[in-house]
């Protein structure tokens, strides 16, 4: 199907999508305040889950038997692209400012890059893609610092590490989705969201016999409701509803911002974000252009 042009609808969505995303990270900053991490992600998740399978519903799609075989799909997408990444995002951003974990998962695009290469056939690295992975990396070296890099124990630099390794987690689960049996995208989300949701309950049990405190501030729940409504639920309905019209390309637009208004966001909640994290926001940018230069298509001479 030839994409169609993006139109109102499709740039609409897309400022939508990019502030629904960009806006997350300073969501999880309030949660974290007062709420294990664990809690903070499962709590998000669950929600997500009951509101996209009531969604599906109203939409008469409904979700397989669960002797089928699609559960052990929807099972590592969740993993892969919900508990994990929600997880280790949470437990970075109790050191780490919603700012700065918003230009860490700029590399999610570049990250994808790298993992395509080694399971999709016609996905291989070329020049373009690897000079944009190695110009992402870079800023993600300027954003750490050398003198982070230097002493590897450092607070700061493992959050920030914890939260570049979700973006690996992201690019694992972008892999498998391409693999998957064909399935209607909304049952896939309800399902993977169920999935996750089940994934991410050993760990607040675990949290809570350890005897994690729990003396949650209203804007800590309001945080973690807004996070599976807004970011995780709608977000996901929003996707799903211009993704297909619009084709990839357009929607890969996204890349460039999320990572800019989960700055600009933490610039208004009073996060000091210095030259180097906006020099770094810049290089990572950069990097994912370039590599995208190598994913498109080459014209046939006639």
Known sequence: MTPDKPGLKGWGGLATLALLWGGAFAFITV?????????????????????????????????????????????????????????????????????????????????????????????????????????????????????????????????????????????????MYQRMPETAPIIVAAGSLICASVLAAPLVIWDLAAGAPIAPSFASILAVIALGLLPTALATIVYMGIARKVGAAFIALINYAVPVVAALIGLMLGEALGLTAWLALGVILLGIFIARQGSKPRKRAD
């Not at 996209?52 to 559960?71: E, M």
């Not at 056939?121 to 070296?141: D, H, M, Q, T, Y």
């Not at 750490?144 to 690019?171: C, K, R, V």
């Open 31 to 175: 949660g974290v305040e007062t709420l294990p991490p664990s809690l903070v992600a499962f709590g998000r998740l669950a929600l997500a889950a009951v509101v996209l399978t009531v969604w599906a519903g109203l939409q008469r799609r409904y979700l397989p038997p669960l002797g089928d075989r699609r559960w052990l799909w929807f099972a590592g997408l969740g993993l892969f692209g919900n508990t994990l990444p929600f997880t280790l995002i949470a437990i970075g951003q109790q050191t780490v400012p919603s700012g700065v974990a918003g230009i860490l998962m700029g590399m999610t695009p570049l990250a994808i890059i790298m993992a395509a290469h080694f399971v999709l056939p016609g996905e291989r690295i070329n020049a373009w893609k690897a000079a944009g992975f190695l110009i992402g990396f870079s800023g993600i070296v300027l954003l750490t610092g050398p003198s982070a890099l230097a002493g590897m124990l450092e607070t700061d630099f493992l959050a920030q590490m914890l939260i570049f390794a979700a973006t690996l987690a992201y690019a694992a689960n972008a892999i």
